[in-house]
């Protein structure tokens, strides 16, 4: 068996607290010995033990002399909202004999810390094995801690020609069954979903897990001016403390009221100033973007509609697009994009990345903001042997 | 060996006569007696020998016995406009044991009658193996026979938002050379590729081959009132007599003449009627086609722009559609495709049998029109084992 092999493992594990451990990472890790795994763990939920602890602690027979499988750098301090003792610690004191690790600690409080620390407790280390994968499984946490925001995702539902929904609005559904299931999924794993005050008026989506087994995200709605009807399925929740309103600074104080009663969260953000002083009531994303990290949001679904797609595209403060094409062609109706200012093909976004693939006879195609894997590397320490973290190109 | 392997040697050697046999089919042939190859050929270019007569002229040892594998069923008539005997004569007078044919001839003076004459005299025939892949080779021919008009193929380069150009008309170059260069493999493949006067004048293009070897083909632009500048490229190619321009019925005359002294075809057809008596300056497509159709071509590549890719889907005589679709988006600028007069999403055209690959990044999704596939089968004859030919579901 290769050192491969427990690292997948190891993150297939990491997987498991998928929707739980949120702002903490996913992690999982597995100790081995002798070519027989000991013992394994994952990180089950915000506040609970860590992988590297679990996976120690299950450990059939002693772990002196043994190898430790962690898909994220072990911790290595203390502090008063940290409720978890430092891993370096256990690890040292457990007699492991090398750690590898697939990625290092984006927290400015750990990278490549925890590395130094084994080592010089003589501890072997190595960085860097399917550290893509491991990026992938945390876009949330590493987004934080590099560029200090959530990490949003754009989902995009399009016909062929690009367009979101009929002049008349319709929009259900351009895709089929199979796309809206792992739209589900992201739903569960996602800490919220947020669209735009014009799909609560036309599509009124519930915005819950229903395809698939797992909780129900924050949903979080951008109403400008707060003036969204009450009766709209968003606002009658089962679990009303999950959606929360965002408007902008001069909201009605009532309807504010209403919906706190009901609640319902409401936060308010400043306004966009576009061309010149002319003021548009929309939202300042990078301010709603910090409103919602502050509440320990690390990850973002953006399910539209248009609008808030391009307001993204726009602002920058986007990092990742799917698109969910289906093989119909409609002709005039809502375009997935508005004006983005580019008048040369030259000027267009061209996404890095790029993963196709299909679902039925939909494509998924999906790509990063261009410079978001450079801005989010966190790169190796000295005398780490394998090459620093990036997503593969991924080929159908 | 098994009867596909040798039917899929005939349908490579088929494809040798890309760009030379039209208005004739593209067809294989291959003699094959105790597991050897004894002869093989094809048909080289039009009004030349027909590939059954080939393999069997060329066979190293007596052919009696032995089987013969055709792309398509052997012709059974002789006519005026007819070059070549029947090859059913040869195929008795041989002594073939067995004939293994791809799929029937669309041809109404073929159809079912060549696998009987054969079948009266004797001769074992099967008819279906591998008869989905003979249909992609032969389109032009299959839709000429059956819709009585040339294969219509949309060729789109847009990006994932829809685009085809910026709002400044910029299209260059949304795809990259290796899409590029599957057009070019079209153009020397297609007997013409057609364009609308939009794109004559924003783009400016040759529409000649030149990323691949092979022949040009015809290039044909709609200009509805004979009005395009004569210092455009497509008037001064090296071969004028592949450039036809296809105008309305009250055009100029002096402008007529100026062009077929350079050794360039004026057509004229009449203009469509819509909206009521209103008259609109486009050409009736449907007539465009027969004049093509008139003059030997088979098969077309529709490159552009939006607008005729437009009146193609309204006028639904087209067949084929490929988007070649870069990983970018542009923004508000110009669409693949203008108002269809769709309201609803499930109005919205599904193609049929998609297909997804990739070129790199860029991805290449096709289809086909609704209906176009049951319209161009052609069936089997009774007694034959295999299933209609139908296109397969290609999934990546």
């Not at 003589?122 to 946490?141: H, K, M, P």
């Not at 693939?357 to 494509?363: K, L």
Request: charge should be positive; include cysteine; glycine fraction near 10%.
């Amino acid at each position: 068996m290769n050192v491969e092999h427990y690292m997948k493992r190891a993150l297939k594990l990491a997987r498991r607290g998928s929707g739980k451990v949120s702002p903490n990472p996913l992690v999982g890790a597995v100790v081995v010995k002798d070519g027989r795994v000991l013992g394994e763990g994952f990180h089950r939920a915000y506040g609970e033990k860590h992988a590297e602890t679990r996976a120690i602690e299950s450990a059939i027979e002693p772990v002196a002399g043994a190898d430790l499988y962690c898909t994220l750098e072990p911790c290595c301090f203390t502090g008063p909202e940290k409720h978890q003792p430092p891993c370096t610690d256990l690890i040292i004191r457990s007699g492991i004999r090398k750690v590898f690790i697939a990625m290092l600690d984006p927290n400015p409080k750990v990278r490549g810390k925890g590395v130094e620390i084994l080592r010089q407790k003589g501890v072997e280390v190595s960085v860097g094995i399917l550290a893509d994968e491991a990026r992938r499984l945390n876009e949330g946490f590493i987004t934080y801690h590099t560029l200090g925001r959530p990490f949003v995702h754009l989902k995009i539902a399009q016909t062929l020609d690009g367009r979101i929904a009929s002049k008349e609005g319709d929009s259900r559904w351009i895709t089929d069954e199979h796309a809206r299931r792992q739209v589900h999924q992201w739903r569960a794993r996602y800490d919220a979903v947020l669209i735009g005050k014009n799909t609560v008026q036309v599509d009124d989506p519930e915005l819950t897990v229903r395809f698939v087994e797992g909780r129900n995200p924050i949903r979080v709605v951008l109403d400008s001016t707060l003036s969204l009807p009450l009766d709209r399925k968003i606002f009658h929740p089962p679990d009303p403390e999950k959606t929360f309103i965002v408007t902008g600074p001069d909201f009605d104080l009532q309807k504010r009221k209403a919906l706190e009663t009901r609640g319902i969260t409401v936060l308010s953000v400043s306004y966009d100033l576009e061309k010149g002083d002319e003021l548009f009531r929309r939202l300042n994303l990078g301010e709603v973007l910090t409103a919602l990290g502050d509440r320990g949001i690390r990850s973002i679904l953006v399910e539209g509609g248009g609008a808030l797609f391009t307001s993204f595209l726009k602002s920058t403060v986007y990092d990742r697009i799917t698109f969910f094409i289906a093989p119909r062609v409609l002709g005039t109706g809502i375009n997935t994009f508005g004006d983005l200012g580019f008048t040369k093909i030259s000027q267009a976004i061209r996404l890095e990345q790029i993963r196709i693939r299909h679902i039925c006879t939909q494509i998924q195609v999906e790509g990063y903001r261009p410079g978001f894997l450079k801005e989010t590397e966190v790169g190796l320490v000295p005398g780490s042997e394998t090459v620093p973290s990036r997503f593969q190109e991924i080929s159908i």
